[in-house]
């Protein structure tokens, strides 16, 4: 059977994702990135990135992306993972470095020295765009309406993103599909409102695209100003169509020095944690379908979708 049709099978049963005829033209981007890392306080404790995410005042996960790939705010809510001279970690995109060339990372204090000394100053980096792992507690998106939304103004952001948001519409009252502007701050604006009746704020339908081009729809979501609400939808793991069998995964990095794998379902959901390649452990893990992230002391990073 197609490793397609595997993903579809354990999507519908973990009953999270909505595939819609979209979802067939979901790719994985494995682009290498490479620039400069460098450091500021960050933002922790509150929305004051240009992404208007709300940061926990402990979360030192977290990046200002060069303006070039920041792109008009596209680039909020994705995660990255990057190394640096002295290690790596992911991080997720909460702000905008407008000095940063193409390729250049601005990390927050607390994530910087997990990469590079903090007297290192300026280093070199090497990273892509990953899917985000997510609370086990909140797997959906999310969205808030800002005050001023009313049924004539429209306003809100979507956060809680496994994959990164490229657009959303919402159902007219014809059944046509109406793009919502995004601003450079992440927020969706819409100035006339969303639909006709003007005697109430909501509920709306969304239609959620991804970077990779995965559409899920969510229906019928309540709207209070100043309130968040699960829209109880979530985009899937990008599917990789170099899927091979899990027996010729460890190949790949034999002599780069591994020093952790990771075994995760299609849903992002870490299901085990390895020190080397052992593929006889994973005989007891149910999905018919897993991906394995090989990381290596020499930088390089590899994820495989694998049919066990």
Request: aromatic share 14%.
């Amino acid at each position: 059977m197609r490793v397609f049709e595997f993903l579809k099978r354990v999507a519908f049963f973990c009953g999270v994702i909505s595939f819609s005829a979209a979802t067939s033209q979901t790719f994985c981007d494995t682009t290498w990135y490479t620039g400069e890392g460098t450091q500021y306080g960050g933002v922790a404790g509150s929305n004051g990135g240009n992404c208007g995410i709300w940061v926990d005042e402990d979360d030192i996960y977290t990046c200002a992306l060069n303006h070039s790939q920041y792109d008009s705010s596209m680039a909020c809510g994705a995660c990255i993972h990057a190394y640096g001279p002295i290690g790596d970690i992911t991080i997720k995109v909460v702000d905008r470095c407008p000095e940063c060339k193409p390729g250049d990372i601005d990390f927050s204090t607390g994530s910087f020295v997990k990469v590079a000394t903090l007297e290192a100053g300026r280093v070199p980096i090497k990273w892509q765009f990953v899917p985000c792992p997510l609370a086990e507690e909140q797997k959906t998106i999310r969205v808030f309406y800002d005050a001023g939304t009313s049924p004539y103004y429209f306003k809100a952001m979507f956060s809680n993103l496994f994959v990164a948001l490229k657009t959303v519409e919402f159902l007219d009252d014809d059944g046509s599909w109406v793009n919502i502007h995004r601003e450079m701050y992440n927020y969706f604006v819409y100035p006339g409102g969303l639909g006709g009746d003007k005697t109430k704020v909501g509920p709306y339908s969304f239609r959620l695209t991804s970077w990779t081009g995965e559409q899920v729809v969510a229906e019928n979501i309540e709207a209070v100003p100043d309130k968040e609400f699960d829209l109880g939808v979530q985009f899937s793991q990008p599917y990789c169509d170099d899927a091979t069998q899990i027996t010729e995964v460890a190949n790949d990095v034999e002599a780069a020095g591994v020093y952790k794998v990771e075994v995760l379902d299609v849903q992002g959901r870490l299901l085990t944690t390895l020190s080397e390649w052992k593929p006889q452990l994973l005989s007891n893990l149910n999905p018919q379908v897993v991906i394995v992230r090989q990381y290596a002391t020499n930088g390089v990073f590899v994820q495989k979708w694998v049919v066990k």
